[in-house]
């Protein structure tokens, strides 16, 4: 049996990360935070500080495709992230397939699309992104 593991899930994007905490014991995971890009790159320095806050084993990154499985512009960026953070913090980097998880976690908060808080919904997609890939590891 695989000891608990604490996870970090990230739904990447060009302005803003939104972040998440997870547990493999529970299977559940918890919207964290949302880190604004610096000059057009990730915020590393707060990336740095969770990952030495939460000492996660492993990183769970959403990867965007769309509806048919192809992938955008966006995959290839998420991608780069994944390989960024990996390089970075030496842990584990998975990847998650994600599709509308912003629409899904607009729908979880309630939130009106053209009023919502975008670093809400940005957290919350990383909940479910990472609330998500803990359901396919049991």
Same mark, same amino acid.
């Given at each position: 049996?695989?000891?608990?593991?604490?996870l970090?899930?990230?739904?990447?994007?060009?302005?803003?990360?939104?972040?998440?905490?997870?547990?493999?014991?529970?299977?559940?995971?918890?919207?964290?935070?949302?880190?604004?890009s610096?000059?057009?790159?990730?915020? *590393?320095?707060?990336?740095?500080?969770?990952?030495?806050? *939460?000492?996660?084993? +492993?990183?769970?990154?959403?990867?965007?495709?769309?509806?048919?499985?192809?992938?955008? +512009?966006?995959?290839?960026a998420?991608?780069?992230?994944?390989?960024?953070?990996?390089?970075?913090?030496?842990?584990?980097?998975?990847? +998650?397939?994600?599709?509308?998880?912003?629409?899904?976690?607009?729908?979880?908060?309630?939130?009106?699309?053209?009023?919502?808080?975008?670093?809400?919904?940005?957290?919350?997609?990383a909940?479910?992104?990472?609330?998500? *890939?803990?359901?396919?590891?049991?």
């Amino acid at each position: 049996m695989t000891s608990p593991q604490t996870l970090l899930g990230f739904d990447f994007g060009e302005k803003r990360t939104g972040v998440a905490v997870g547990q493999s014991l529970t299977g559940t995971a918890t919207a964290l935070t949302t880190l604004n890009s610096q000059r057009n790159k990730p915020d *590393w320095l707060g990336i740095e500080a969770l990952i030495k806050e *939460w000492q996660p084993n +492993a990183l769970v990154v959403g990867i965007p495709v769309h509806m048919d499985g192809t992938e955008q +512009a966006m995959t290839l960026a998420a991608r780069k992230f994944a390989r960024q953070l990996e390089g970075r913090f030496q842990l584990p980097v998975h990847e +998650a397939e994600e599709r509308l998880s912003s629409v899904e976690a607009e729908e979880a908060l309630g939130a009106n699309p053209d009023k919502a808080d975008k670093a809400d919904i940005d957290r919350e997609a990383a909940r479910i992104i990472l609330q998500s *890939w803990l359901g396919t590891q049991s």
